[in-house]
T-cell receptor, first 116, second 110 residues
Framework: DGGITQSPKYLFRKEGQNVTLSCEQN?????MYWYRQDPGQGLRLIYY???????QKGDIAEGYSVSREKKESFPLTVTSAQKNPTAFYLC???????????????FGQGTRLTVV | LAKTTQPISMDSYEGQEVNITCSHN???????ITWYQQFPSQGPRFIIQ???TKVTNEVASLFIPADRKSSTLSLPRVSLSDTAVYYC???????????FGTGTQLKVEL
């Protein structure tokens, strides 16, 4: 089945450690996104990528890094520089790319990261 | 400058029609309006998308006036399972930035 997969669903890390969240899609979508959601809050955009080997900062990129070496994959690294990393992280993809109108975005089930 | 503005919350009862309005005064000519639904601890799910006038699917209707500065999501005959957060999005990033607002928490009661 086509879809977007995030792993793991739950992740625990010690403070000061870097951690990488996985996001894979087999929808042949050009655009991929990472969002952070805190309890009772909306989604805030961390990074997005419209095409392989290119990505842009979203609204809260500090303390995070991404790569887009393959069309199917858009991993997010939460670095030790992120002051409050405990949150629910959501990855999404859409068929939109540069110059193309936005289309429906498909979301993964999320990764809940807890830093202790 | 907020891209979209929605009510923070709405309450309704089962069987009623619910209309959620979103303001997007700075919508660009090429922007589409998209609505998503999110349940707790899940990713948002696409509901409906439109550019102008009216769009209807099996789940909802979307009404967009001629000036496109607002849109209204209409949910017919809601049930308890429609309790969720509803987000209105417009693409103002000029490159499909997909920025979400705070959303509207809809609570449906018996």
């Amino acid at each position: 089945d086509g879809g977007i997969t995030q792993s793991p669903k739950y992740l625990f890390r010690k403070e000061g450690q870097n951690v990488t969240l996985s996001c894979e899609q087999n929808l042949n979508h050009d655009a991929m996104y990472w969002y952070r959601q805190d309890p009772g809050q909306g989604l805030r955009l961390i990074y997005y990528s419209q095409i392989v080997n290119d990505f842009q900062k979203g609204d809260i990129a500090e303390g995070y890094s991404v790569s887009r070496e393959k069309k199917e994959s858009f991993p997010l690294t939460v670095t030790s520089a992120q002051k409050n990393p405990t949150a629910f992280y959501l990855c999404a993809s859409s068929g939109a790319g540069q110059g193309i109108m936005n289309t429906e975005a498909f979301f993964g089930q999320g990764t809940r990261l807890t830093v202790v | 400058l907020a891209k979209t503005t929605q009510p923070i919350s709405m309450d309704s009862y089962e069987g009623q029609e619910v209309n959620i309005t979103c303001s997007h005064n700075n919508i660009a000519t090429n922007d589409y309006i998209t609505w998503y639904q999110q349940f707790p601890s899940q990713g948002p799910r696409f509901i409906i998308q439109g550019y102008k006038t009216k769009v209807t699917n099996e789940v909802a209707s979307l009404f967009i006036p001629a000036d496109r500065k607002s849109s209204t999501l209409s949910l017919p005959r809601v049930s308890l399972s429609d309790t969720a957060v509803y987000y209105c999005l417009v693409d103002t990033g000029g490159g499909n930035k997909l920025t979400f607002g705070t959303g509207t928490q809809l609570k449906v009661e018996l």
